[in-house]
């Protein structure tokens, strides 16, 4: 019977991880359907507990719950087997975690071309995490990738790594000026790795398919965010996957008719993390006391997000390019103290107004913000729980948001506890 799609709606780290883990006590799956170890989902359990997962997905922390690691995902072995050991440390049983034997793998050599191509890019560079996530899916594109089901055949795993590398390591020496990778020590290394990830592989879409004939309830959790797709997104300055609802039927291995509903996490402001356009971006005082408030440091890399005014524009092309037909909006608690809370509800491009997302990266890249400004609250919110029980002008600004987003706000956030929740409407009717 039913899945339900969770998206980022705007650069990442909108808290899709906080919204995932709330709703797997009442789900029966949950699938990763895209990305890889540039994923950085934080859950913090009613008692503080703090989680940051990167490949896993973010039911792992509730019992019960099985958890995939779908074919539209690329995964890195060392990452994945240290993430699993972190939890199995911390007590959380893993033993419910699969991974499709159709999803891609991240190479060493992945890891080194994504470096070294970012430091020949120089001031052009996209920002990437540096996981080797671009350079595994070109080569998943160009037919010459690994894929987990490989490691199960060893012959196959060698012929492969060794056609690889005889092309890569001429890039890696003579383009770049780096060492090469031997073959042989790239096989025995994850042939060591698949000893201890080989249990879990899978032929997850038929156990997918067989649990919605079973009426089971599959969350499919994408990583990332819609302006990050690299379709949808800020081109070129996205991730190399689709992170768009659209993509996760075919990540995960089900069929679109299944999806009932679409939900899209929203900040409420706006978040970046790497290079490209971003017209709410703040460079003053206001993006420091979002980002010190608000707690804006990546899970994975550690650096300083970027930080601006909620656009929303790019909230109602969420909805539109998503089909979202819920939004959870976040951090609501961050803005609380500002005297008036400016949102952009268009742009001026060229000096025209507009209030849609332009055609052309080159248009996006000049947009300067049209802003409305609503008035602020000072009251503590972060232990409110009825939506009726905000002060006035967060309500305020939170249906505002939704007129302007295209989309019922069923879930507001008010603090980075799972608990720290107001629910509207159930999203998993
Ligand atoms: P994800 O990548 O979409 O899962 O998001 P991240 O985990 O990278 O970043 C979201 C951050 O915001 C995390 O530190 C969360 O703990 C935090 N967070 C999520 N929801 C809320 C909220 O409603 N209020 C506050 N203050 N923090 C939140
Ligand atoms: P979650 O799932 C925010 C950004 C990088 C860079 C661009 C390309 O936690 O929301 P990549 O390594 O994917 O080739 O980098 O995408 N990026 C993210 N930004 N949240 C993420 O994931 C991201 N994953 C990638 O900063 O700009
Ligand atoms: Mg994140």
Redesign the pocket.
Known sequence: MPAIVLI?AQ????G?GKATDLLGGRIDWVVRYQ?GS????TVILPNGEKFALRLLPSGILNPGVRNVIGNGVVVEPGVLLAELAGLEERGIDTSQLMVSADAHLVMPYHVAI?KVTERYLGARK??????G??PAYQDKVARIGVRVADVLDEKLLHEKVEAALAFKNQVLTKIYNRKGLDPKQVVDELLAQAEQFGPRIANTKLLLNEALERDEWLLLEG???TL?DVDHGTYP????SNPTAGYAATGAGIGPTKIRAVFGILKAYTT?????PFPTELHDDMGEFLRKTGGEQ????GRDRRCGWFDAPIARYATRVNGITDFFLTKLDVLTGLEKVPVAVGYTINGKRTDELPATQSEFSSAEPVYEELPGWWEDISEVREFDDLPANARAYVQRLEELSGAQISCVGVGPRQDQTIVRHDVLR
Request: glycine content about 30%; cysteine-free; proline content about 0%.
């Open positions: 980022g650069w990442g780290d909108e899709k990305g540039n994923a950085g989902h994504d996209i920002g990437t995490t540096g996981k996530i671009g990583s990332q965010g990050l300055f996205v991730t190399s970046r993390v790497g290079s490209g990546g899970v994975v890399t």
